[in-house]
């Protein structure tokens, strides 16, 4: 099982940042099975990035994912309000799936 | 637009069981796999397994074997999710999730059972 280490746990922002979050794999990771959920309080998680990089169809272009191998960051650019959420890693296409523990990103 | 669609909460006593749907909207069952994910109150997300929607064949997660099933029902465009035996330690939202074709994310999601287990 790929264990996904998510930090910081909690990230304190301000709208107009610039917020980086951190995915880190217990093994390598092939590019492919990398990708980044947001979820907001009381709904489901969303998909923002699959493929380490790709963004999912509507996604804005002000978050971007990069990385390889353990390490992989998801990037937003400009904080908008409706940013603040919790952000999830996940390794699929792997049996088990895992997700990360999550990163909390709320506003300062 | 594609969908899962899910009702929204249900309440059992200790013991007893549940039956989750899951149903399409916008896209037919057999064409994608189908993932359930749980969340625990306060806590993240949890694979439970999928299923292969062509198939039929379930792969169930560590800790998700013996009480929980998944099924379909091709003709109504749904998948279920029972759990028999209920504890207070399934109480949670349990989520579908559709497998995308190409790469495995999981790219569209119902919107949660919430299911609350008490006496």
């Known amino acids: 099982e790929i264990v996904l280490t998510q930090s910081p746990g909690t990230l304190s922002l301000s709208p107009g940042d610039g917020a980086t979050l951190s995915c880190r794999a217990s093994?390598?990771?092939?590019?492919?099975?990398l990708g980044w959920y947001q979820q907001k309080p009381g709904r489901a998680p969303r998909l923002l990035i699959y493929a380490t990089s790709a963004r999912a169809p509507g996604i804005p272009d002000r978050f971007s994912g990069s990385g390889s191998g353990t390490d992989f960051t998801l990037t937003i650019t400009g904080l908008e309000p409706e940013d603040f959420a919790m952000y999830y890693c996940?390794?699929?296409?792997?049996?088990?799936?895992?997700f990360g523990q999550g990163t909390r990103l709320e506003i300062k | 637009q594609e969908q899962l669609v899910q009702f929204g909460s249900e309440l059992r006593k200790p013991g007893a069981s549940v039956k989750v749907s899951c149903k399409t909207s916008g896209y037919a069952l057999s064409t994608h796999g189908m993932n359930w994910v749980r969340q625990a109150p306060g806590q993240g997300l949890e694979w439970m397994g999928w299923?292969?929607?062509?198939?039929?064949?379930?792969t169930y997660a560590e800790g998700f074997t013996g009480r929980f099933v998944f099924s379909l029902d091709i003709s109504v465009n749904t998948a279920y999710l029972q759990i028999s035996s209920l504890q207070a330690d399934d109480t949670a939202v349990y989520y579908c999730?559709?497998?995308?074709?190409?790469?495995?994310?999981?790219?569209?999601w119902g919107q949660g059972t919430r299911v609350t287990v008490a006496s």
């Open positions: 999730a559709r497998k995308n074709l190409i790469f495995d994310a999981f790219d569209v």
């Open positions: 299923i292969n929607t062509n198939t039929g064949d379930p």
């Open positions: 093994q390598s990771v092939s590019y492919r099975n």
């Open positions: 996940q390794v699929y296409g792997i049996s088990p799936v895992t």
